[in-house]
């Protein structure tokens, strides 16, 4: 059971927009940033978003990320074949831990 | 280019022992805080421990005290762990990551190079 929780899977077609929650607490996203991560099959995690909206160089602006309380959410538009990955949220925990949601699947239908 | 590349994942037997590396170039190792991170095939990650970058400063997840050790050798360029008495749900890719900022004691930073695996087998 992860500390964050993540819709299991999510869905869109090309062009659409699609966005997935993250949904923590008080110790961690409530007083943390939030990052995302892009997991393609067979391959390491790799960073997407930090620090709530922050995207690092190389990704494109179609994703984007925001925080407010305890959740964050994660926002693809413009959404395209390549995109369909695993994404996971993380955040730091107040008890000295990185804490990290269970995934959310997207499938480009 | 930073580079992390792990190594050790093996095939091991209930309450045996192993020890990971994880080599790293393209940054000075020596000023990062280095992570561990884990994720059962076709599950979600679980952080497992973290080494400051003078290597005194550690933690673990409950999941691992107590059987787990990080530790790392900044002459070397290198991050270990340490794994005994391992059970079958120790099974997994581990991955070493690093800190985002030199010298971090803020909560800031987030984890923002990953090596790509080695896998663990725990099983008779």
């Known amino acids: 059971q992860s500390v964050l929780t993540q819709p299991p899977s999510a869905s869109g077609t090309p062009g659409q927009r699609v966005t997935m929650s993250c949904s923590g607490s008080?110790?961690?996203?409530?007083?943390?940033?939030v990052h995302w991560y892009q997991q393609f099959p067979g391959t390491a995690p790799q960073l997407l978003v930090y620090?709530?909206?922050q995207r690092p160089s190389g990704v494109p602006d179609r994703f984007s990320g925001s925080k407010s309380g305890t959740s964050a959410s994660l926002a693809i538009s413009g959404l395209r074949s390549e995109d369909e990955a695993d994404y996971y949220c993380a955040a730091w925990d107040d008890s000295l831990s990185w804490v990290f949601g269970g995934g959310t699947k997207l499938t480009v239908l | 280019e930073v580079r992390l590349v792990e190594s050790g994942g093996v095939v091991v037997q209930p309450g045996g022992s192993l020890r990971l590396s994880c080599v790293a170039s393209g940054f000075t190792f020596h000023d990062y805080t280095m992570h561990w991170v884990r994720q059962v095939p076709g599950k979600g990650l679980e952080w497992v421990s973290l080494i400051g970058w003078t290597g005194v400063g550690t933690n673990y997840a409950d999941s691992v005290r107590g059987r787990f050790t990080i530790s790392r050798d900044n002459g070397e360029n290198s991050l270990y762990l340490q794994m005994s008495s391992l059970r079958t749900e120790d099974t997994a890719f581990y991955y070493c990551a690093k800190d985002s900022d030199r010298h971090c004691t803020t909560t800031t930073c987030y984890l923002d190079y990953w090596g790509p695996g080695t896998l663990v087998t725990v099983s008779s």
């Open positions: 008080r110790s961690n996203i409530g007083s943390n940033y």
């Open positions: 620090r709530n909206n």
